[in-house]
């Protein structure tokens, strides 16, 4: 079996800290999601995950963006990158790296859940016949993408996974399950594109977007509930799985 | 009730030179016993790109080693991806046509789509067609294999008029299977009149409710070619005299099976459709402990592991719900040293399958 060989102190070194497991559930009222996945290459796949988790064969980068206008913490957008994994038999997505706008909602994402979000100018913007997205940091972009032709999809039609967040904890270093709960009310397939995707700004240094998968276009109530389960991440996640909650 | 034996043909890694002939030596040695033991069928999976889980792509071959190698088990080529991009409708009919006649009309045919999206990807498939072409694939083939010439003009393959050769030694031709992972698959076959091939380890519940779906169904269906209206289930086997040996020894094999199979990534997690209703997933449910507190060996339900009694008990609860047949993954990740699967093997023959034989013939 493939399983995760990543440097354990690499992980710790991009850890952000979480102070306490008792943050309250954040609520998000209507966000735009923009989702693009592509395999990821040019990395072998046990390189990309600490041992706690396994690689998916291949693994997906998930690039995913939120727009959230109604924010208790302020408008604001946040951009991420995911990797699909296993964590035990359960179907994962480790996060490789966040970016988010708006100071309040940077600072509750990191502080409550370990987004470990950089601050950066996110855009996302809606045409009749594609989606755009753009992640800027320091005045160079990061990120460029589009979701060409949006089709109506059923809105069960989607799937959403867990992401295990690196943090260092009261535990010590961990990975946070953060148990996104989605209500979706508007679904749309659309054709994948990036035009630009720099791998070291989000955490994946000589991985590159290899095949496009899919993306879609979305709406609706996203609720970060309070954190469940860690998992330590030098161990197969069936021996260091922790409920914390 | 019948029984068979299926293949995914797992290789564990490292992958080092020889150890994917071993293993494809080993399941020829187990198809050969099983044969003279009285198992009635082999199935061999198609897969494709599935690192470690199943290294079982070219299956034909394998099944015409498995044929030429016994004389009385009937080969089950099981399941056969019925997407042009992968098989040609064509091909499937000449292979499996060959295929019986080399087995001398042993051949049985699942039918299938595939469901993981490294395998659809991996030929660049669409996986909004599949259930399409899997349905124009079916019903062409009875007809390719009956037809002194043939031709099709459909939505994902088209034939002039062509001579479809040769033709199977089954008259009118070989049995016709679809591998049922996902709820309704079931209504599928039973609306065409296929055989129902469970591949997905299925609860009693799950099991009973497809059964009875399927037999109300298939009452009115109508039919691709001849009905076959056999419901096979899938199940790991490992007997052994001692209980707590079977129990830990056919965990074993069940954890190693469920592990690189959850490692597979099914279409459903990385392409939104409404094609793929479910990911599809093969292992076992969690583990149901059977009639706690008095069965504390962890083995979940229904499964084949044990002394002979216990699978005994598990086989005639399968029975009981209708199920006409279980295939038995022998191994998985070769966990199990080749001596003990045939051993195992012997001792389900000999203690297991006469208290349904003696059934079926009294």
Same mark, same amino acid.
Not at chain 1, 34 to 45: A, C, D, I, K, N
Not at chain 1, 91 to 100: D, E, I, T, V
Not at chain 2, 6 to 11: A, R, T
Not at chain 2, 220 to 227: F, K, L
């Given at each position: 079996m493939?399983?995760?060989?990543?440097?354990?102190?690499?992980l710790?070194?991009?850890?952000p800290?979480?102070?306490?497991?008792?943050?309250?559930?954040?609520?998000?009222?209507?966000?735009?999601i923009?989702?693009?996945?592509?395999?990821?290459?040019?990395?072998?796949?046990e390189s990309?995950?600490?041992?706690a988790?396994?690689?998916?064969?291949?693994?997906?980068?998930?690039?995913?963006?939120?727009?959230?206008?109604?924010?208790?913490?302020?408008?604001?957008?946040?951009?991420?990158?995911?990797?699909?994994?296993?964590?035990?038999?359960r179907?994962?997505?480790?996060?490789?790296?966040?970016?988010?706008d708006?100071?309040?909602?940077?600072?509750?994402?990191?502080?409550?859940?370990?987004?470990?979000?950089?601050?950066?100018?996110?855009?996302?913007?809606?045409?009749?016949?594609?989606v755009?997205?753009?992640?800027?940091?320091?005045?160079?972009?990061?990120?460029?993408?589009?979701?060409?032709?949006?089709?109506?999809?059923?809105?069960?039609?989607?799937?959403?996974?867990?992401?295990m967040?690196?943090?260092?904890?009261?535990?010590?270093?961990?990975?946070?399950?953060?148990?996104?709960?989605?209500?979706?009310?508007?679904?749309?397939?659309?054709?994948?594109?990036?035009?630009?995707?720099?791998?070291?700004?989000?955490?994946?240094?000589?991985?590159?977007?290899?095949?496009?998968?899919?993306?879609?276009?979305?709406?609706?109530?996203?609720?970060l509930?309070?954190?469940?389960?860690?998992?330590?991440?030098?161990?197969?996640?069936?021996?260091?799985?922790?409920?914390?909650? | 009730?019948?029984?068979?034996?299926?293949?995914?043909?797992?290789?564990? =890694?490292?992958?080092?030179? #020889?150890?994917?002939? +071993? *293993?494809? %030596?080993? !399941?020829l040695?187990?198809?050969?016993?099983?044969?003279?033991?009285?198992f009635?069928?082999?199935w061999?999976?198609?897969?494709?790109?599935?690192?470690?889980?199943s290294?079982?792509?070219?299956?034909?071959?394998?099944?015409t080693?498995?044929?030429?190698q016994t004389?009385?088990?009937?080969?089950?080529?099981?399941?056969?991806?019925?997407?042009?991009?992968?098989?040609h409708?064509?091909?499937?009919?000449?292979?499996a046509?060959?295929?019986?006649?080399?087995?001398?009309?042993?051949?049985?045919?699942?039918?299938?789509?595939?469901?993981?999206?490294?395998?659809?990807?991996?030929?660049?498939?669409?996986?909004?067609?599949?259930?399409?072409?899997?349905d124009?694939?079916?019903?062409?083939?009875?007809?390719?294999?009956?037809?002194? =010439?043939?031709?099709w003009? #459909?939505?994902?393959? +088209? *034939?002039? %008029?062509? !001579?479809?050769?040769?033709?199977?030694?089954?008259?009118?031709?070989?049995?016709?299977?679809?591998?049922?992972?996902?709820?309704?698959?079931?209504?599928?076959?039973?609306?065409?009149?296929?055989?129902?091939l469970g591949?997905?380890?299925?609860?009693?519940?799950e099991?009973?409710?497809?059964?009875?779906?399927?037999?109300?169904?298939?009452q009115?269906?109508?039919?691709?070619?001849?009905?076959n209206?056999?419901?096979?289930?899938?199940?790991?086997?490992?007997?052994?005299?001692?209980?707590?040996?079977?129990?830990?020894?056919?965990?074993?094999?069940?954890?190693?099976?469920?592990?690189a199979n959850?490692?597979?990534?099914?279409?459903?997690?990385?392409?939104?459709?409404?094609?793929?209703?479910?990911?599809?997933?093969?292992?076992?449910?969690?583990?149901?402990?059977?009639?706690?507190?008095?069965?504390?060996?962890?083995i979940?339900?229904?499964?084949?592991?044990?002394?002979?009694?216990?699978?005994?008990?598990?086989?005639?609860?399968?029975?009981?719900?209708?199920v006409?047949?279980?295939?038995?993954?022998?191994?998985?990740?070769?966990?199990?040293?080749?001596?003990?699967?045939?051993?195992?093997?012997?001792?389900?023959?000999?203690?297991?399958m006469?208290?349904?034989?003696?059934?079926?013939n009294?």
């Open positions: 493939l399983e995760g060989n990543a440097d354990v102190a690499a710790a070194k991009r850890a800290r979480l102070e306490s497991f008792e943050a309250e559930p954040l609520a998000l009222p209507s966000v735009e923009l989702q693009v996945t592509y395999e990821l290459g040019g990395r072998p796949p990309l995950f600490p041992p988790l396994a690689p998916t064969l291949p693994v997906l980068a998930v690039l995913s963006v939120w727009r959230s206008a109604d924010s208790p913490l302020g408008p604001f957008a946040l951009a991420q990158l995911r990797l699909t994994c296993r964590s035990g038999v179907p994962r997505q480790l996060l490789a790296a966040s970016f988010a708006g100071d309040r909602a940077r600072a509750a994402l990191n502080e409550r859940f370990a987004f470990g979000a950089r601050p950066a100018a996110i855009r996302l913007e809606r045409f009749y016949d594609r755009d997205a753009r992640v800027e940091a320091d005045g160079r972009p990061l990120l460029d993408v589009r979701a060409l032709g949006p089709l109506p999809l059923a809105t069960g039609d989607l799937q959403f996974f867990s992401s967040h690196p943090a260092e904890t009261p535990k010590g270093l961990r990975l946070v399950q953060v148990d996104a709960d989605l209500a979706i009310t508007r679904a749309e397939r659309a054709s994948p594109h990036v035009s630009h995707f720099e791998p070291d700004a989000f955490g994946v240094p000589g991985a590159k977007l290899a095949y496009p998968v899919a993306a879609f276009v979305a709406l609706g109530d996203v609720t509930p309070r954190v469940r389960f860690v998992c330590r991440p030098d161990v197969n996640a069936f021996a260091g799985t922790e409920r914390v909650g | 009730m019948r029984f068979g034996i299926f293949y995914e043909l797992s290789v564990p =890694r490292p992958f080092a030179p #020889g150890v994917e002939r +071993s *293993v494809y %030596e080993n !399941a040695e187990q198809v050969r016993l099983a044969d003279e033991l009285g009635d069928s082999v061999a999976v198609e897969h494709h790109f599935l690192e470690e889980y290294h079982c792509s070219a299956p034909e071959l394998f099944l080693a498995c044929a030429m004389k009385r088990i009937r080969v089950g080529h099981g399941a056969v991806v019925c997407v042009p991009a992968m098989n409708p064509v091909r499937i009919a000449e292979r046509a060959v295929l019986d006649i080399l087995s001398g009309g042993r051949l049985e045919l699942g039918t299938a789509r595939s469901s993981t999206w490294t395998e659809l990807a991996g030929f660049e498939i669409d996986p909004d067609t599949t259930k399409q072409t899997w124009e694939t079916i019903r062409a083939l009875p007809r390719m294999w009956t037809e002194e =010439r043939f031709s003009r #459909g939505t994902s393959f +088209s *034939v002039p %008029e062509r !001579a479809i050769l040769p033709k199977p030694v089954q008259k009118p031709h070989p049995p016709l299977w679809v591998t049922v992972t996902s709820p309704g698959t079931e209504l599928d076959a039973a609306e065409r009149g296929i055989g129902c591949v997905a380890a299925a609860s009693f519940k099991q009973e409710r497809r059964t009875g779906e399927y037999r109300r169904r298939i009115s269906c109508t039919p691709i070619g001849a009905v209206s056999q419901v096979a289930t899938l199940n790991f086997l490992y007997c052994s005299e001692d209980p707590a040996e079977a129990a830990r020894t056919g965990l074993g094999m069940l954890g190693l099976f469920t592990q959850t490692q597979l990534l099914f279409t459903r997690e990385a392409y939104p459709t409404r094609a793929y209703g479910s990911l599809a997933n093969l292992a076992p449910a969690p583990a149901r402990r059977e009639g706690s507190p008095g069965d504390p060996s962890g979940p339900e229904g499964m084949a592991i044990g002394d002979p009694d216990r699978i005994v008990r598990a086989i005639k609860e399968w029975e009981s719900i209708g006409d047949g279980v295939n038995f993954l022998l191994n998985a990740m070769e966990a199990i040293p080749q001596e003990k699967v045939l051993a195992s093997l012997r001792l389900f023959a000999r203690e297991v006469p208290k349904f034989r003696k059934r079926e009294g």
